[in-house]
């Protein structure tokens, strides 16, 4: 039970985490000034799918 509600709160920061995400990625132009593979916001966007597939399944 604890599992659902940790995925949703989880879910939840994502207000958060993904518009902090696209203001790294227009400072960093996408990431390439880092040296990154995937920019910020598709790694946030990941984040926030795997939770809530984690919602409706917490146990997998």
């Known amino acids: ?15 958060v985490d993904v518009p902090v995400s696209v203001a790294a990625d227009i400072v960093t132009l996408g990431g390439a000034l880092t040296d990154k593979d995937k920019p910020y916001t ?8 795997k939770n809530v597939k984690d919602m409706s399944d917490p146990e997998s």
């Open 1 to 15: 039970m604890f599992g659902i509600l940790k995925s949703a709160v989880k879910a939840a920061s994502a207000v």
């Open 42 to 49: 598709a790694e946030a966007a990941e984040r926030l799918v």
